[in-house]
RNA sequence: GCUGUUAUAGCUCAGUGGUAGAGCACUUCCUUGGUAAGGAAGAGGUCUCGGGUUCAAGUCCCGAUAACAGCUCCA
């Protein structure tokens, strides 16, 4: 007999060799309907694969990370089993599960795999996952692995393999179709219901750049028609939600071919919006003691030669700008870095007057590869709410904390609820990578790390995911529809200080070297502006709005009356347009609610006569008649009480 | 940058070798209205750009550019 312990502390027997499935089945039937993999001592096991020690079990089904992940890994390998029926001769190379679904590489020779042809693979799947298939796991040596796949022409698997260690090679075997793979799998293909194959795409093998671009046919899968159901609904919601779609339809920003790929045009509205978000940022840093500085968006080459970043990315940017004079030569600003140490380095720094903040929403140009571009998410040039604070390294931590602080209050002053940090750190094995002393390193590692457990941020660590000159700490936001995007971002640097021999005088009459963090709690305002769209689907706050009330007279004999409301309203800061457009009332209030304006006022006979006007509040209909006066004060109100609640 | 797809009116799209179309938006007129689309008329296009095939190209072929999806990259 074997002990097994369950998540809830619970001990039970069962006979050795007792299988996953069978443990579920003791349970409840349902239970074991629904099971797809188990956890054996915090190892993903298949249902099927016999226990044959004391051990402690979890149980996973589709509702968590684990379950999902076998339910889709064993749908990339029905996929493989349908391409490889329908097209003779294929190779594979890799086919995981990944966050919503899965795929499968795949070199399909001379044959070329199309969007057009995925119906019929979907229905090859759907008519192999009614088989009934089990999926059978096999260890096999490392000699067997190779020649097994040898034989099927399988260079791809067979590189994999010779990579492997030998005694640790598994592959899964469903119909016809064997796979080289460390699982774990479904019992059997049939738990597999619906299925969507969802696009197909290039990709390198291996993610390199220099190797053969692969077939790569994305998929989902559910165990229930009603989950695609509501997935295809949720990506119909998202495109919905697209900021280029919202930002065009509400006049928020533009591109234009004549001005260049990756150059946003900010309209009017969207500039009022941002304008709004740099003021509440502003108002925010000088209760923090940040200063607000201004720097030029070109500075002479050697700058950023010494600063490191020509070396690195001279050659991938924007080129220097010549100049009439023999030798000189100017860059468009990468970053704001430089021209703020320069400012540091204007005069002489005490121990006392550190730390230092300077802030500026600084403009940057980058030159990224064409096929990167994306709405306003990623640009060739764009403006970082950035800020530098140079500091003793006393006072790291604390600086640290604080820009959290600011961060936390962005995030809720915009109903960023849920958010995770990811602290991104050196890869220890290839420290050469990265400039600046090992014991540096080391102290600006442990800040960040300290930082977070004071702050009870759960924060995921990544090796390898570090800046060439120091770890960062960057912001994950989850929006409306749980979509996870980075925003904001803050970065330790030893490097920089050491370059441009920044120096402050200590306590000691000693001079020493001080720390710079960089930190962006926005990341970029275009960065930052598409994902409140897509947050929000272009229903911003009301402090934010560009319009906050549009005037809708009944018919054009009160448009005076409409137009003498907006000019009182807007001197009091309440931010009006009137729509006079020779409209019935129905239509006005169609097209007005599509644009997302919080509030509504229609005004007529009555409302013209007593002052009054009738509130219509965007999403939510009528909300009855009101004094124009109490109106105004209202709303005044409403963004006051705002703006209050995110003082610091 | 790589692979694939796309490019027609301000927007969304139809047009599949024989002189360019719809809906919305826009302009003018009628209408002057009470909580999510009133009616009529009109204006608007070198069919992204450059080559080629053809008697004839928006349509077929090649190239460039841009956008989109994915990959790679992201100071």
């Not at 077939?215 to 989902?220: H, V």
């Not at 899968?221 to 159901?229: G, Q, T, V, Y």
């Not at 704001?336 to 720094?349: A, F, L």
Request: glycine share 8%.
């Amino acid at each position: 007999m074997i002990k097994v312990t369950f998540p809830d502390g619970s001990v039970r027997e069962f006979a050795e060799g007792t299988t996953g499935l069978q443990i579920a089945e003791s349970i409840s039937s349902r239970l074991a309907q629904e099971v797809l993999a188990v956890s054996v001592n915090d190892q993903l096991w298949d249902l099927t694969r016999p226990i044959n020690d004391d051990c402690t079990i979890k149980l996973h089904k589709f509702d968590d990370e684990e379950g999902k992940h076998a339910f889709w890994h064993s749908s990339a390998h029905l996929l493989a089993e349908a391409l490889q029926e329908l097209y003779p001769g294929i190779q594979f190379g890799i086919g995981p599960a990944i966050e919503s679904g899965f795929y499968y590489d795949v070199d399909p020779g001379e044959a070329v795999i199309k969007e057009g042809d995925l119906p019929a693979i979907e229905s090859k799947m759907n008519e192999l996952a009614a088989q009934k298939s089990p999926l059978v796991r096999q260890e096999i040596s490392k000699t067997d692995a190779l020649k097994l796949f040898g034989e099927r022409g399988e260079t791809y698997k067979c590189e994999l393999i010779s990579e492997l260690e030998d005694g640790t090679i598994t592959t899964y075997t469903q119909g016809s179709f064997t796979d080289l793979c460390r699982g774990p799998h479904l019992p059997n293909t049939s738990e597999i219901k619906a299925i969507k194959l969802t696009s197909v795409a290039g990709a390198y093998w291996r993610g390199n750049e220099d190797r053969k671009m692969l077939t790569r046919i994305y998929g989902i899968s559910f165990p229930k028609k009603k989950m695609l159901d509501d997935y295809l609904v949720l990506l119909e919601e998202a495109k919905k939600r697209d900021h280029r779609k919202i930002g065009r339809e509400l006049e928020l920003f533009a591109f234009s071919q004549a001005v260049g790929p990756g150059l946003p045009l900010w309209l009017p509205k969207g500039t009022a919006l941002r304008l709004r978000l740099e003021e509440f940022l502003k108002k925010i840093q000088k209760e923090f003691g940040y200063q607000q500085v201004m720097t030029p968006h070109i500075g002479q080459k050697e700058l950023w030669i010494t600063s490191g970043h020509y070396a690195k990315y001279g050659k991938d940017s924007f080129q220097p700008i010549k100049t009439p004079q023999e030798g000189e030569e100017f860059l468009l600003k990468p970053m704001n870095c430089p021209h703020h140490c320069e400012i540091y380095k204007v005069s002489p720094k005490s121990y006392k007057d550190l730390p230092i903040r300077y802030a500026e929403f600084g403009t940057v140009y980058r030159y990224e590869q064409s096929g990167e571009l994306h709405g306003l998410t990623r640009v060739r040039g764009f403006t970082q709410d950035d800020a530098h604070i140079f500091c003793r390294p006393d006072q790291l931590k604390d600086e640290f904390l604080k820009v959290m602080d600011i961060i936390f209050i962005i995030f809720k002053a915009l109903n960023f609820e849920n958010f995770e940090a990811q602290i991104s750190l050196r890869d220890p094995e290839n420290k050469e990578k990265y400039i600046g002393s090992d014991e540096n390193w080391e102290k600006a590692e442990r800040a960040i790390v300290e930082a977070c457990e004071e702050k009870g941020l759960p924060a995921r660590v990544e090796l390898g995911e570090a800046a060439f000159y120091g770890p960062k700490l960057d912001f994950m936001v989850k929006d409306a529809i749980g979509r996870r995007w980075q925003l904001g971002t803050i970065q330790v640097d030893y490097n920089l200080p050491e370059r441009f021999d920044l120096e402050y005088m200590g306590n000691d009459n000693q001079k020493h070297r001080p720390v710079m963090i960089h930190r962006a709690p926005f990341g970029s305002m275009e960065r930052f502006v598409a994902v409140l769209i897509e947050h929000t689907g272009g229903k911003f706050p009301l402090w934010l709005t560009p319009d906050q009330v549009v005037i809708l007279p009944i018919s054009e004999k009160y448009n005076d009356y409409a137009f003498e409301l907006a000019a009182k309203f807007n001197k009091q800061d309440v931010r009006t347009i009137v729509d006079d457009r020779n409209e019935k009332i129905g239509k006005k209030i169609r097209d007005n609610e599509l644009k997302r304006i919080p509030y509504m006022l229609i005004v007529g006979e009555k409302e013209a006569e007593n002052g009054e006007v009738a509130v219509r509040k965007q999403g939510e209909g009528d909300k009855g008649t009101m004094k124009a006066d109490d109106f105004s004060a209202m709303i005044t109100a409403e963004v006051e009480e705002m703006m209050n609640s995110y003082q610091p």
